[in-house]
T-cell receptor
């Protein structure tokens, strides 16, 4: 049973480009969460999605950031027109549909904006 | 809004010493979860506490949930270098369909061999 798969592991983008981060949840998990982490800092919640629905996006910046979790395929976190301040580790986590349980995290995508 | 405060932010111990990190919530929690993140790694789920006054043990780790379900602690007995990392607590609140957790800022543990 594969865990949460995130790709790419490392992503380098120039300022102004777009970054697309992908997350495939664990098999059987229908809840996906995205977090951002700066070096030596805690986890900052960004967005919580279920299939085809955004449940809570209170942590998402209002501009340039968007997320989706389509019926088929992985969840995507999209950052348009990246700036240096977007450089961070982005973690995706998933949880099962029918019980409150711990999250399973992916290995993260380290985004570097140059 | 809901907040989870975690202390201390950093802890440096000699191998063999004990370590404790504490979490406090501004409001009553439905559950609390604990995670460990090794340097350069991703958070890994350790345990979930649900009941008032609950105590759970995992080898040298002891987790407690307060009677009022507003605070929790993680205690490590006789630390080892493999315990190095950041320990996060994350609180769940009864919020209908929203399963978002509120995270503490973590306690970074360094262990001197």
């Amino acid at each position: 049973n594969a865990g949460v798969m995130q790709n790419p592991r490392h992503l380098v983008r120039r300022r102004g480009q777009e970054a697309r981060l992908r997350c495939s949840p664990m098999k059987g998990h229908s809840h996906v969460y995205w977090y951002r982490q700066l070096p030596e800092e805690g986890l900052k919640f960004m967005v919580y999605l279920q299939k085809e629905n955004i449940i809570d996006e209170s942590g998402m910046p209002k501009e340039r950031f968007s997320a989706e979790f389509p019926k088929e395929g992985p969840s995507i976190l999209r950052i348009q027109q990246v700036v240096r301040g977007d450089s961070a580790a982005y973690f995706c986590a998933s949880s099962p549909p029918n019980r409150v349980d711990g999250y399973t995290f992916g290995s993260g995508t380290r985004l570097t904006v140059v | 809004g809901q907040q989870v405060m975690q202390i201390p932010q950093y802890q440096h111990v000699q191998e063999g010493e004990d370590f404790t990190t504490y979490c406090n919530s501004s409001t009553t929690l439905s559950n609390i979860q604990w995670y460990k993140q090794r340097p350069g790694g991703h958070p890994v789920f350790l345990i979930q506490l649900v009941k008032s006054g609950e105590v759970k043990k995992q080898k040298r780790l002891t987790f407690q949930f307060g009677e009022a379900k507003k605070n929790s602690s993680l205690h490590i007995t006789a630390t080892q270098t493999t315990d190095v990392g950041t320990y996060f607590c994350a609180g769940g609140y009864n919020a209908g369909n929203n399963r978002k957790l509120i995270w503490g800022l973590g306690t970074s543990l360094a262990v001197n061999p």
